[in-house]
Nanobody, 125 residues
Framework: QVQLVESGGGLAETGGSLRLSCAASERPSSAYVMGWFRQAPGKEREFIAAMRSDNRPYYGDSVKGRFAMSRDKAKITSILQMDSLKPEDTAVYYC???????????????????WGQGTQVTISS
Protein backbone atom coordinates (compact mmCIF):
# COMPACT_ATOMS: atom_id res chain seq x y z
CA GLN A 1 0.00 0.00 0.00
CA VAL A 2 1.54 3.29 -1.11
CA GLN A 3 1.38 6.06 1.48
CA LEU A 4 1.55 9.72 0.48
CA VAL A 5 2.39 12.56 2.85
CA GLU A 6 1.96 16.20 1.85
CA SER A 7 3.67 19.14 3.48
CA GLY A 8 4.14 22.85 2.87
CA GLY A 9 0.63 24.25 3.00
CA GLY A 10 -0.24 27.37 4.92
CA LEU A 11 -1.19 31.01 4.53
CA ALA A 12 0.05 33.37 1.83
CA GLU A 13 -0.97 36.72 0.43
CA THR A 14 -2.35 37.37 -3.02
CA GLY A 15 0.54 37.36 -5.47
CA GLY A 16 2.71 35.32 -3.15
CA SER A 17 4.13 31.82 -3.45
CA LEU A 18 3.93 28.50 -1.66
CA ARG A 19 5.66 25.20 -2.26
CA LEU A 20 4.00 21.87 -1.57
CA SER A 21 5.81 18.58 -1.27
CA CYS A 22 4.52 15.03 -1.51
CA ALA A 23 6.59 12.07 -0.35
CA ALA A 24 5.58 8.56 -1.36
CA SER A 25 6.53 5.47 0.64
CA GLU A 26 7.28 3.48 -2.53
CA ARG A 27 6.82 3.33 -6.27
CA PRO A 28 4.02 0.90 -7.22
CA SER A 29 5.29 0.47 -10.78
CA SER A 30 7.76 1.78 -13.35
CA ALA A 31 4.89 3.72 -14.97
CA TYR A 32 4.05 5.42 -11.69
CA VAL A 33 1.85 8.52 -12.05
CA MET A 34 1.75 11.33 -9.48
CA GLY A 35 -0.80 14.10 -9.44
CA TRP A 36 -2.11 17.06 -7.48
CA PHE A 37 -5.73 17.97 -6.89
CA ARG A 38 -7.51 20.52 -4.73
CA GLN A 39 -10.94 20.83 -3.20
CA ALA A 40 -12.57 23.99 -1.91
CA PRO A 41 -15.62 23.88 0.39
CA GLY A 42 -18.77 22.99 -1.54
CA LYS A 43 -16.87 22.28 -4.77
CA GLU A 44 -15.75 19.16 -6.59
CA ARG A 45 -12.18 17.96 -6.48
CA GLU A 46 -10.25 19.85 -9.16
CA PHE A 47 -7.27 18.64 -11.21
CA ILE A 48 -4.13 20.73 -10.74
CA ALA A 49 -1.19 18.85 -12.25
CA ALA A 50 0.16 15.40 -12.99
CA MET A 51 3.20 13.61 -14.35
CA ARG A 52 3.46 10.17 -15.92
CA SER A 53 6.66 8.16 -16.31
CA ASP A 54 8.02 10.48 -19.03
CA ASN A 55 7.98 13.35 -16.50
CA ARG A 56 6.04 15.62 -18.84
CA PRO A 57 3.74 17.82 -16.71
CA TYR A 58 0.06 18.34 -17.43
CA TYR A 59 -1.78 21.25 -15.80
CA GLY A 60 -5.33 22.30 -15.13
CA ASP A 61 -6.47 25.43 -16.96
CA SER A 62 -6.92 27.44 -13.76
CA VAL A 63 -3.24 27.09 -12.75
CA LYS A 64 -1.44 26.94 -16.09
CA GLY A 65 1.43 29.43 -16.16
CA ARG A 66 1.36 29.93 -12.39
CA PHE A 67 2.01 26.47 -10.92
CA ALA A 68 4.84 24.08 -11.75
CA MET A 69 5.11 20.41 -10.87
CA SER A 70 8.36 18.51 -10.62
CA ARG A 71 9.57 15.28 -9.12
CA ASP A 72 12.86 13.63 -8.22
CA LYS A 73 14.66 11.02 -10.30
CA ALA A 74 13.42 8.22 -8.10
CA LYS A 75 9.92 9.53 -8.85
CA ILE A 76 8.72 9.17 -5.30
CA THR A 77 8.79 12.84 -4.26
CA SER A 78 6.72 15.46 -6.02
CA ILE A 79 6.93 19.24 -5.67
CA LEU A 80 4.19 21.71 -6.57
CA GLN A 81 5.55 25.26 -6.84
CA MET A 82 2.68 27.74 -6.66
CA ASP A 83 3.32 31.33 -7.74
CA SER A 84 1.09 34.37 -8.37
CA LEU A 85 -1.40 32.98 -5.90
CA LYS A 86 -5.00 34.18 -5.90
CA PRO A 87 -7.73 33.99 -3.24
CA GLU A 88 -9.52 31.44 -5.46
CA ASP A 89 -6.56 29.10 -4.98
CA THR A 90 -7.70 28.60 -1.38
CA ALA A 91 -8.47 24.91 -0.90
CA VAL A 92 -7.25 21.66 0.57
CA TYR A 93 -4.55 20.31 -1.73
CA TYR A 94 -4.12 16.58 -2.20
CA CYS A 95 -1.30 14.52 -3.61
CA UNK A 96 -2.41 11.45 -5.56
CA UNK A 97 -0.74 8.48 -7.23
CA UNK A 98 -1.51 5.46 -9.36
CA UNK A 99 0.43 2.60 -10.87
CA UNK A 100 -0.71 3.67 -14.35
CA UNK A 101 -3.14 6.18 -15.87
CA UNK A 102 -3.90 6.53 -19.57
CA UNK A 103 -3.39 10.07 -20.80
CA UNK A 104 -7.05 10.77 -21.55
CA UNK A 105 -7.94 10.00 -17.91
CA UNK A 106 -5.13 11.82 -16.18
CA UNK A 107 -7.35 14.71 -15.03
CA UNK A 108 -9.97 12.51 -13.35
CA UNK A 109 -9.68 11.92 -9.57
CA UNK A 110 -11.18 8.46 -10.12
CA UNK A 111 -8.01 7.44 -12.00
CA UNK A 112 -5.90 7.60 -8.83
CA UNK A 113 -6.08 5.03 -6.07
CA UNK A 114 -3.56 6.44 -3.57
CA TRP A 115 -4.19 9.75 -1.79
CA GLY A 116 -2.48 11.87 0.80
CA GLN A 117 -4.28 13.36 3.78
CA GLY A 118 -4.40 16.84 2.26
CA THR A 119 -2.86 20.15 3.25
CA GLN A 120 -4.71 23.45 3.63
CA VAL A 121 -3.70 26.40 1.47
CA THR A 122 -5.27 29.77 2.29
CA ILE A 123 -4.66 32.89 0.22
CA SER A 124 -5.62 36.24 1.72
CA SER A 125 -6.83 39.09 -0.47
Amino acid sequence: QVQLVESGGGLAETGGSLRLSCAASERPSSAYVMGWFRQAPGKEREFIAAMRSDNRPYYGDSVKGRFAMSRDKAKITSILQMDSLKPEDTAVYYCAAAAYVILSQIRRPESYNFWGQGTQVTISS
